[in-house]
């Protein structure tokens, strides 16, 4: 006969969340978004996006499109490793870089 498995409720609330559709997180997290403004920056909600967005960077965009000022934040958090989006700022400063000459003209 097998013994029962013991797993302690941080093992069960990770398994969950593995198996849970990443989806269903962020949807979760942007109807608590109202009232609970951390509800976005939880870390299996952070997860959930970074998935997302591994796998359509258009569904990522569809999903925070309504959130609020945070879009920023949520794209350094959830980009991934090695990944680098410049932001405007960034590439009209590497376009002036590369149109001037060391001397100076």
């Known amino acids: 006969m097998n013994a029962p498995l013991k797993l302690t409720p941080a ?16 949807r979760d997290a942007l109807a608590r978004l109202p009232g609970d403004k951390g509800a976005i920056y939880e870390e299996s909600v952070i997860e959930a996006l970074r998935v997302i967005r ?8 569809r999903l925070i499109a ?24 960034d590439m009209v ?7 001037v000459s060391p001397t100076g003209t």
Do not use: F, M, W
């Open 11 to 26: 093992q069960v609330k990770q398994a969950a969340e593995e198996a849970a559709d990443p989806h269903a997180i962020v």
């Open 93 to 99: 400063l590497a376009v002036a870089r590369q149109r």
């Open 66 to 89: 309504n959130v609020k000022g945070q879009r920023t934040r949520l794209d350094k958090l959830t980009k991934g490793e090695g990944e680098q989006h410049d932001s405007p700022q």
């Open 54 to 61: 591994r796998k359509s960077e258009a569904e990522y965009a």
